[in-house]
T-cell receptor, first 116, second 113 residues
Framework: GAGVSQSPSNKVTEKGKDVELRCDPI?????LYWYRQRLGQGLEFLIY????????KSGLPSDRFSAERTGESVSTLTIQRTQQEDSAVYLC??????????????FGEGSRLTVL | GENVEQHPSTLSVQEGDSAVIKCTYS??????FPWYKQELGKRPQLIID?????GEKKDQRIAVTLNKTAKHFSLHITETQPEDSAVYFC????????????FGDGTTLTVKP
């Protein structure tokens, strides 16, 4: 079946503009994560959704960042008033249901954001 | 919160040699430790994982060891091949099926033919 799908794959924007990044998880995966990966750096946790539970927003770096998820489907990460330091690859990952004890995260290809 | 440190940041080995990457974690409640491989321009993919109820796990040329007392775990790759060249990330989480995974900063492994 299809893997995790992210769009756009590349986004170039001007400083101060808002951007929306979209993630379509694997069907049936209840958990969804957003990570940020700056060039040559590790994966920085941003936010985690698990079913209908309140999301874990502890990794969002500022109030310019927000994310939503509709049920157990699509998620959108929004960055308002973008800054140059927001330039990075934004990776989305999904994981099967809690009842499935396999812990593997399935990553999308990422959305590369460049803020000029 | 959890903090994961990974060493070395870069590692270069000759084809056929072994490679070892080490990670330490801070939260003693962590119980699940996966390793991901990210080839250039590609998405990270799970290569092996270990839970806290075992000390070692092997899968062909790769193995992971865990020392819960010392809060560190290591990835071992034997008989390295050029296609093993990639960035490797360790991670730690409370549970395999809930909660966030905290990642290390990655190790760039280069296997010279």
């Amino acid at each position: 079946g299809a893997g995790v799908s992210q769009s756009p794959s590349n986004k170039v924007t001007e400083k101060g503009k808002d951007v929306e990044l979209r993630c379509d998880p694997i069907s049936g995966h209840t958990a969804l994560y957003w990570y940020r990966q700056r060039l040559g750096q590790g994966l920085e946790f941003l936010i985690y959704f698990q079913g209908n539970s309140a999301p874990d927003k502890s990794g969002l770096p500022s109030d310019r960042f927000s994310a939503e998820r509709t049920g157990e489907s699509v998620s959108t990460l929004t960055i308002q008033r973008t800054q140059q330091e927001d330039s990075a690859v934004y990776l989305c990952a999904s994981r099967p249901d809690r009842a499935n004890f396999a812990g593997e995260l399935f990553f999308g290809e990422g959305s590369r954001l460049t803020v000029l | 919160g959890e903090n994961v440190e990974q060493h070395p940041s870069t590692l270069s080995v000759q084809e056929g040699d072994s490679a070892v990457i080490k990670c330490t974690y801070s939260d003693s409640a962590s119980n699940y430790f996966p390793w991901y491989k990210q080839e250039l321009g590609k998405r990270p993919q799970l290569i092996i994982d270990i839970r806290s109820n075992v000390g070692e796990k092997k899968d062909q040329r790769i193995a992971v060891t865990l020392n819960k007392t010392a809060k560190h775990f290591s990835l071992h790759i034997t008989e390295t091949q050029p296609e093993d060249s990639a960035v490797y990330f360790c991670a730690a989480s409370i549970s395999a099926n809930a909660g966030k995974s905290t990642f290390g900063d990655g190790t760039t492994l280069t296997v010279k033919p």
